[in-house]
């Protein structure tokens, strides 16, 4: 089946600790973003890329890293630099810029929370 | 970062009703899209449009690209429970290549 895998689906952190949420998508997307979802909230951009060894900071890059060394794959790590990480994390794909079409497409979700 | 103005915030209504939800923006779009987005999964895309004064179904769901460009409508009718969620819209400008914006999203629940 084509889409975009989020693994894991839930996650714990420790104080200090940095944690990679992993991304991966078959549909020969070339933009990836990862969004962040507090309750109550919209999604708020963290990174994205529009293409591979090539990537952009949203608006809440502060404390996250990112990596697009493969055009499937856009790991997001949340680093100690974070203080408040808690909080639900997707990743987004869409097709290539060169196209009108603007849907995004969205994995399932990883939910971070902090020991 | 840009943030759409979406309301009402929540709604709570009978099965059978119709809803009615709608986002404003300072700015001029060139796409608006909805997505429904279930408790723990990601939003999936339910109506996309691309043209002022656009109107677009999906099933019981109508959505609108507002005549000014800064506004989108979307109407559910008949509702179910499985409506039950959060919708969310969202819109690009075309400065912005390659970013949406996203309102905060509009809660349903539905009375069986």
């Known amino acids: 089946d084509g889409g975009i895998t989020q693994s894991p689906k839930y996650l714990f952190r420790k104080e200090g600790q940095n944690v990679t949420l992993s991304c991966e998508q078959n549909?020969?997307?070339?933009?990836m973003y990862w969004y962040r979802q507090d309750p109550g909230q919209g999604l708020r951009l963290i990174y994205y890329?529009?293409?591979?060894?090539?990537?952009q900071k949203g608006d809440i890059a502060e404390g996250y890293s990112v990596s697009r060394e493969k055009k499937e794959s856009f790991p997001l790590t949340v680093t100690s630099a974070q203080k408040n990480p808690t909080a639900f994390y997707l990743c987004?794909?869409?097709?290539?810029?060169?196209?009108?079409?603007?849907?995004?497409?969205f994995g399932s979700g990883t939910q971070l929370s902090v020991l | 970062g840009q943030q759409l103005n979406q309301s009402p915030q929540s709604m709570f209504i009978q099965e059978g009703e119709d809803v009615s939800m709608n986002c404003t923006s300072s700015?001029?779009?060139?796409?608006w899209l909805w997505y429904k987005q279930d408790p723990g999964e990601g939003p999936v895309l339910l109506i996309a449009?691309?043209?002022?004064?656009e109107l677009t179904s999906n099933g019981r769901l109508t959505a609108q690209f507002g005549i000014t460009r800064k506004d989108s409508f979307l109407n559910i009718s008949a509702s179910i429970p499985s409506d039950v969620g959060i919708y969310f819209c969202?819109?690009?400008?075309?400065?912005?290549?390659?970013?949406?914006?996203f309102g905060r999203g509009t809660q349903l629940t539905v009375w069986p």
């Open positions: 987004a794909s869409r097709p290539t810029l060169r196209t009108a079409n603007e849907k995004l497409f």
């Open positions: 549909l020969n997307h070339d933009a």
């Open positions: 890329s529009q293409i591979v060894n090539d990537f």
């Open positions: 700015s001029i779009f060139n796409t």
């Open positions: 449009l691309y043209k002022a004064g």
């Open positions: 969202a819109g690009q400008g075309g400065s912005t290549l390659g970013r949406l914006y």
